[in-house]
């Protein structure tokens, strides 16, 4: 069996999940004795609360404040100077671009004729890199900046009709 990233994960899951279960197992093994009235406990536990909340209220500030500057859209300036590219789903196609440049800001303007579609962006690798969805009336604009060379593949996420699955297209990236 090949060790893929979701098996790596299921089994840190597994041993985490060990060790909390363990640690409950061995506090109800040790923990024994007369109850506590709950007013005896209740103002510490109220203290505790607050004390996480002001943590996790300054955690968020912080994150939020060092995170900012890596905000994924662009201004609007920059939405303006970017390339833009039309892209339309149709019953059982896609009608896009055979090429796109690298390392570029881009956008494409993403629509639909008929009924509702998904456009999923798969680079050479074969991972997602971004999906939007192709809506009939209704222009989305996805921003993307493509940063492998090679061919990329454009599927359909959406059940749109009887031909669904034979919704490919593709596309290069240079
Ligand atoms: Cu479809």
Excluded at 119 to 133: E, W
């Amino acid at each position: 069996m090949r060790l893929t990233p979701e098996l790596t994960i299921f089994g840190i899951f597994l041993i985490l999940a060990a060790v909390a279960i363990g640690t409950l197992v061995a506090i109800a093994c040790v923990a024994h004795g007369p109850a506590i009235e709950q007013a005896a406990i209740q103002n510490q536990g109220y203290r505790l609360r607050r004390i996480w909340f002001r943590g996790l209220a300054i955690v968020a500030v912080v994150g939020f404040l060092f995170s900012l500057p890596a905000f994924p859209y662009r201004s609007r300036s920059q939405l303006a100077s970017s390339q833009h590219y039309p892209v339309t789903a149709l019953q059982f196609a896609f009608v896009m671009p055979a090429m796109l440049p690298i390392n570029t800001p881009i956008v494409l303007d993403v629509t639909a004729t008929d009924v509702n579609h998904g456009v999923g962006i798969y680079d050479p690798d074969g991972r997602i890199v971004a999906q939007v969805q192709a809506m009939p009336g209704y222009t989305n604009s996805l921003q993307l900046m493509l940063k492998k060379p090679g061919q990329y593949v454009v599927l359909c996420l959406e059940y749109c009709g009887i031909a669904h699955h034979l919704m490919r297209a593709g596309f290069e990236v240079r």
